[in-house]
């Protein structure tokens, strides 16, 4: 079995995430759609760490990993705060960004 | 003594400074100070005069150097002043008239809240108007120049609480403007020809210019003199200077301010004799303003507008001698010496009684103040013999000169100058008669609250001091020409010239016009009722009445093509310039607005912005990189 | 072969999941899709000879974040229904197209790759993994436990709120709810006292008229509760109608009143 379908497989569950995030206007769907793509980009570098037999990648996938928890922890953070002020947790809301 | 003239101008220079920084704590002695400033001035003037009698002709022009001015390479310029005969004249023209009009002002505007500030700016006329006619170079000439007409916008304005009189302050600025432009460029000229503005340069250079060169700087002197004489076609000032109090129309009129284009002619005389064809310019210009302003002085019915033209009319005389060249100058000098002493007196005595009849100046509302003001009416009556040019009085001397001189030359310019100065004296008899009888004779048509009387002895002491000048000075001057001889260092010795007719015949006719012109007014004025209304008249008087439409004929032909001009430039500028700017501006403003759509706010079109960027970086990446 | 096998039972555990996040309207289905999916995913790396990755993959990622996703889910509201219609013109083109082609890039580029993977070795157990980590990667470490520590500190000081008015004690919410118009008494139980006791017939007052809001509010959203109408009908037959007639003065039990009551209700469920 060559890992490089693996690598396949993370890039149709990176482009579902991508569509996720584009899509949903709920935004820990959205969030979720970030995850799906995080982990879509661990699993090629597991991949890959495999094909090259090689440490570097599984230590890159922890990393991110680790990163992801504090991004979840953060993010999740502002969400609850978004929500509190707005009492909504629509992407389409806080549209004050506009030029 | 001589090194000491710069006091001349110092002491009323500081008198003003002082009275207008005193401040009103001044106010009780102010006009006193003035008084003393000029008297002053006129005492300096004096003694410097006495001191240049003991001298030799040739040795009597002295420079005084004051201060390096300009130190350059390309100009350098020296503040200082020239003393010579002619300077000296008007000195003393200046502070002797100027301190018997100070001494008048005391008494006329007694009952003014401002007769300190008053006094700080006839202070600051004479001081302005010495300051010009010492000068050794024609810029410092030129600082004098606008001195005065800084003083004298702020004397006509000075009951500026009017609007209209406001406004005739502004005309006579704006009008003297035009003219220091001509005296500008004249000064660009002698730089750019002679490399040099001081008269000692530029007269010994003179005559190794071109006549080309010569005509120019000539013409542009005479514009200025034009601009600062209301000479044609820069008259239209003087008569709305009448706003001004009657001693600031006497000290314009007579010592300072119209005096000086004349001054400057004359003073020119080097440059001028050099170029003939400037000169015809400045006689035609002179003629014309006489002609021109004694019809205007015939058809005014205002005491003061009247005197006015007629200033207009024998400054034009002097204009016309000027042009004559060397044998006019100090016949242009000798007249306006004389014209200074009556026609001084004339206007006091048009303020005495303006004082006794409550400011009024129509004269259809005068008549039979003979009576009721003695003094006025001898002193008055001595300026207009004067100025008829009947003998013994002065006028007769000097204008009679001035009309056999015109009569000298070849061709077509002595029958046409010398007829216009003929014909000019006639009507000078009649319209000053006019006003002389419509004022002093025939019935009283005073308005009820009238109660004319005599002037204070303040006023009167002056009027009598003029009116004795007026009456003997052209025969004392006259008598061996001791004038001429006089100002021989200046104008130079001229050999006697015949006139293309005969001198006695010149004088017979201008007799006899005079004559005809006095018995004509008496006839229609002097005999008659007057009516209270002037008559519709003919369109020759309504023309003269409204100084030949010169108000209308300056907007139509100066200020309505000016704004026009404006406005189209204005409108260019709004179009062309800033329309390419704004243009501009809108596009990026339009350009703003367009990129302004892409960021609406909505996050989920950031994200989808991003990952489209992400796809065609990679599709970049697999095409480009294979 | 049993990696082949295992290949594709991630794959079908992980697709049809992941593309709930497209597709479904609850966020809590989609998050225990989510979890599926991170569940997938570990096996995914246990059969990539990263067995150490497996166990942390389900502790952080099943275990802990998507729990703290539904945890979230929960406080934010867990019925709520997110409307799926597009707001923004033209989103959806651009979103399939992009990761439409995003997806057909990377799979037609990684699809003609053939790497063979390198002969197996030890790597993958998790001394080896500990060495790199806690030797080359050892500062990283120091800077990743800064990194949470921050992040823990971020969040609590996002979602923490001060308390910006007094405390309010019972009383006062009590008197509030007073003032809104609730019972200031308990809720009836239902049926207890009446001819029926069970839990769906409402409780009768004094007059013997149904009080709806003594049935659970469950069973009146199931429409479950016994119509008022049948006792009061009841009634009518075994009683003089006169009896029923309110007397004036007593407090009304009209349809406004039950909008107090109402709001007397949301009162408590804030407590």
Not at chain 2, 279 to 289: C, E, M, N, P, R
Not at chain 2, 391 to 412: L, Q
Not at chain 3, 128 to 136: K, P
């Amino acid at each position: 079995m060559n890992p490089m379908n693996y690598v396949i497989l993370a890039s149709i569950l990176f482009a579902i995430g991508s569509a996720a995030v584009l899509l949903r206007r709920n935004a820990i769907v959205a969030f979720m759609g970030v995850e799906l793509m995080l982990n879509a980009a661990n699993l090629s570098l597991v991949a890959f760490a495999r094909i090259h037999d090689q440490l570097d990648g599984q230590v890159m996938a922890f990393f991110v990993m680790v990163v992801a928890a504090a991004e979840v922890v953060v993010g999740l953070a502002i969400i609850i705060a978004v929500f509190r002020a707005r009492q909504s947790i629509s992407l389409d809301e806080p549209a004050e960004l506009k030029g | 003594m001589l090194s000491v003239t710069w006091l001349l101008i110092a002491v009323p220079l500081v008198s003003a400074f002082v009275l207008l920084l005193a401040g009103r704590r001044a106010d009780a002695y102010g006009h006193w100070v003035g008084v003393g400033a000029s008297a002053s001035a006129f005492v300096v003037g004096l003694i410097a005069f006495v001191q240049m009698l003991g001298l030799p002709g040739e040795e009597r022009a002295t420079s005084v150097h004051l201060s390096s001015w300009i130190p350059g390479t390309e100009l350098n310029l020296d503040a200082g002043l020239l003393v010579d005969p002619l300077s000296m004249t008007f000195v003393l023209l200046i502070t002797f008239v100027g301190t018997l009009i100070h001494i008048y002002s005391v008494a006329y505007m007694e009952h003014d809240p401002d007769r300190r500030r008053f006094f700080a700016y006839l202070n600051m006329f004479v001081a302005a108007m010495l300051l010009l006619v010492l000068a050794d170079s024609f810029l410092l000439l030129f600082v004098g120049w606008e001195g005065v007409g800084l003083a004298s916008y702020l004397l006509i304005g000075f009951w500026n609480q009017r609007n209209e009189y406001a406004t005739a302050a502004n005309k006579a600025f704006i009008a003297n403007r035009i003219g220091d432009i001509g005296l500008i460029v004249a000064m660009g000229l002698m730089f750019s020809t002679f490399g040099a503005v001081d008269f000692a340069t530029v007269f010994d250079a003179a005559p190794q210019a071109t006549a080309a060169q010569l005509t120019a700087i000539g013409l542009m002197l005479l514009l200025a003199a034009c601009g600062k004489s209301a000479q044609f076609p820069l008259q239209s000032w003087l008569g709305d200077a009448m706003a001004g109090p009657t001693p600031v129309s006497a000290l314009i009129h007579a010592a300072t301010m119209v005096t000086a284009g004349v001054y400057l002619i004359v003073r020119s005389a080097p440059i001028f004799n050099g170029a003939p064809d400037a000169q015809v310019v400045v006689a035609l210009v002179g003629a014309v303003t006489l002609i021109l302003g004694a019809l205007i002085g015939m058809a005014k019915d205002d005491l003061k507008k009247a005197l006015a033209a007629s200033t207009m009319s024998q400054i034009g005389y002097m204009m016309l001698a000027a042009g004559l060249g060397p044998i006019g100058y100090a016949f242009a000098i000798f007249h306006l010496v004389t014209h200074g002493f009556f026609k001084a007196g004339m206007f006091l005595g048009a303020g005495s009684v303006m004082h006794a009849m409550n400011d009024q100046v129509n004269m259809r509302r005068f008549g039979a103040l003979r009576g009721a003001m003695v003094v006025t009416w001898v002193t008055f009556g001595l300026g207009w013999l004067a100025i008829l040019g009947l003998p013994p009085f002065s006028g007769f001397y000097s204008k009679d000169k001035i009309i056999e001189a015109a009569f000298v030359g070849e061709g077509w310019q002595p029958w046409v100058l010398g007829g216009a100065a003929l014909v000019g004296a006639g009507l000078t008899a009649f319209y000053m008669s006019r006003l002389f009888f419509m004022t002093f004779h025939g019935k009283a048509r005073w308005t009820d609250d009238q109660h004319p009387h005599e002037s204070p002895l303040l006023m009167t002491v002056p009027m009598i001091i003029l009116a004795v000048g007026s009456a003997f000075l052209g025969l004392i001057l006259a008598s061996g020409d001791r004038f001429t001889h006089w100002l021989e260092p200046v104008t130079g010795h001229v050999e006697h010239h015949e006139p293309v007719l005969p001198v006695p015949v010149l004088i017979g006719a201008t007799l006899v016009l005079v004559i005809a012109g006095v018995a004509l007014a008496w006839l229609k004025y002097g005999g008659r009722d007057v009516a209270l209304e002037a008559p519709t008249g003919s369109l020759a008087a309504i023309t003269a009445r409204n100084d030949f439409f010169q108000d209308s004929v300056n907007r139509a032909a100066l200020q309505r093509p000016g704004q026009h001009l404006t406005r189209t430039l204005v409108y260019l500028d709004a179009t062309v310039v800033d329309g390419a700017v704004n243009k501009q501006a809108r596009g990026w403003a339009g350009l703003g607005e367009a990129s302004r759509r892409l960021q609406n706010g909505q996050v989920r079109s950031y994200a989808a912005t991003m990952l489209v960027g992400l796809v065609i970086v990679a599709l970049i990446i697999v095409v480009g990189g294979r | 072969m049993v990696n082949e096998v295992l290949f594709w039972v991630v794959a079908v555990l992980t697709v049809p999941p992941a593309l709930s996040l497209l597709f479904a309207r609850k966020a809590a289905h989609i998050a225990m899709s989510i979890v599926l999916v991170m569940v997938g995913l570990a096996a995914a790396y246990v059969g990539l000879d990263a067995p150490f990755l497996g166990v942390v993959q389900i502790v952080v990622y099943t275990g802990a974040v998507m729990m703290m996703f539904l945890f979230v889910l929960m406080l934010v509201g867990v019925d709520r229904r997110e409307d799926l219609r597009e707001t923004i013109t033209g989103q959806r083109w651009i979103a399939l197209f992009a990761a439409g082609g995003l997806a057909l890039l990377l799979v037609s580029v990684v699809g003609r790759v053939t790497i063979e993977p390198a002969p197996r070795g030890v790597v993958g157990n998790p001394e080896e993994i500990a060495m790199v980590l806690f030797g080359e990667y050892v500062l990283v470490m120091e800077v990743l436990g800064a990194l949470l520590i921050t992040a823990a500190v971020g969040a609590l000081v996002m979602t923490h709120t001060p308390r910006l008015t007094p405390r309010r004690t019972q009383s006062e919410l009590q008197a509030a709810r007073v003032l809104a118009g609730a019972d200031p008494v308990n809720k009836p139980m239902p049926g207890v006292f009446a001819r029926h006791n069970a839990l769906d017939a409402p409780a009768l007052d004094p007059e013997g008229r149904p009080i709806e809001h003594s049935v659970s509010r469950v069973l009146e959203a199931r429409d479950q509760m016994s119509e008022g109408t049948d006792f009061r009908a009841r009634l009518e037959n075994t009683r003089n109608p006169e009896d029923y007639q309110r007397p004036s003065g007593a407090p009304s039990h009209d349809a406004d009143d039950r909008k107090g009551r109402r709001e007397g209700r949301d009162e408590e469920g804030a407590q």
